[in-house]
């Protein structure tokens, strides 16, 4: 039989589409692939199209040997406990673990660019889970640093294109965003592999964009003008607390803009071209695609 092939965070945006790259840009039999959730319920679709479903959660060990039984390699998607910095260390460090007992062979890992000292608050869970591969007994590892989604913009735009303000603690500097579904795609070629050994890549987009660029684009598609406002830190996670989100979040979410004022996500790579062989999506080409979440337009 051949190596089975684990996606955990299967029922997540990332992991959906890594199931849809493995199974269909990179034509991998679908009994070859594993998805596994605290939600099992939630891939009813995926097993009913072979995918075997499994139930996994990094809180629970117990339940490791039955999810991780035959599994040769492993994409450990970073959990989505934001609020909670120090609980989602623990269940990645549980998870690496499991993985190293129940005989995993390779894990690949998402991790965030250059997290060593970074500003950004959620950046110790990543950087302790990539500690925690490398003092780990798996034979082999792959790191994937991926910059921030395009998708992130979501959050943040409707309400600027609303007031027309855009409000941030950047500082004016510029990010090399990437497509999700790109980073989707850099997974499922990692975890699909044959690579061995220990490896990292940063994964950024083509371009590094200020705000403003992308405000002048964006607004550009929505006929509508939008005026990024740099204001400092603490303004920034006010105004967000303001606006209802639980200062833990808030300071999460500033802190992504002191990262980036700081230029830790600025460098453009072409680690992503090197592992998948095809170019990212430049941003005005993901916008054309996506106008309808900044529209409203289906």
Do not use: C
């Amino acid at each position: 039989m051949e190596s089975l092939l684990l996606v955990t965070g299967a029922s997540g945006q990332l992991g959906q589409a890594v199931l849809q790259h493995l199974t269909s840009t990179l034509d991998i039999p679908a009994n070859r692939i594993v998805a596994a959730s605290r939600q099992p319920e939630r891939l009813a679709s995926w097993a009913a199209k072979g995918v075997q479903v499994r139930e996994l959660d990094f809180e629970k060990p117990a339940s490791f040997a039955a999810a991780l039984s035959g599994i040769e390699r492993a994409l450990l998607i970073s959990t989505d406990t934001l609020d909670r910095p120090g609980q989602r260390l623990q269940q990645h460090q549980n998870a690496v673990t499991g993985f190293a007992t129940a005989g995993v062979q390779h894990v690949v890992y998402t991790s965030a660019p250059h997290p060593e000292g970074a500003p950004l608050l959620i950046a110790p869970d990543h950087l302790g889970t990539e500690e925690a591969l490398a003092a780990s007994e798996l034979p082999g590892w792959t790191v994937l640093r991926n910059h921030w989604y395009f998708e992130n913009l979501a959050m943040s735009i409707p309400a600027a294109i609303a007031s027309g303000q855009w409000y941030s603690a950047d500082e004016g500097q510029g990010s090399a965003d990437i497509a999700r579904d790109d980073l989707a795609l850099a997974a499922a070629v990692a975890l699909a592999g044959t690579e061995t050994g220990k490896k990292t890549w940063t994964l950024s987009g083509p371009e590094s964009l200020t705000k403003q660029q992308i405000a002048a684009a964006i607004a550009g598609v929505v006929n509508k003008p939008i005026t990024v406002v740099q204001v400092p830190l603490e303004s920034l996670v006010q105004g967000m607390m303001a606006a209802g989100l639980p200062e833990p979040l808030a300071r999460i979410f500033a802190s992504f803009d002191a990262n980036t004022a700081a230029g830790r996500v600025a460098a453009v790579t072409t680690d992503f071209k090197q592992l998948t062989g095809r170019e990212p999506q430049r941003f005005h080409h993901w916008l054309e695609n996506h106008r309808g979440l900044f529209t409203g337009e289906r």
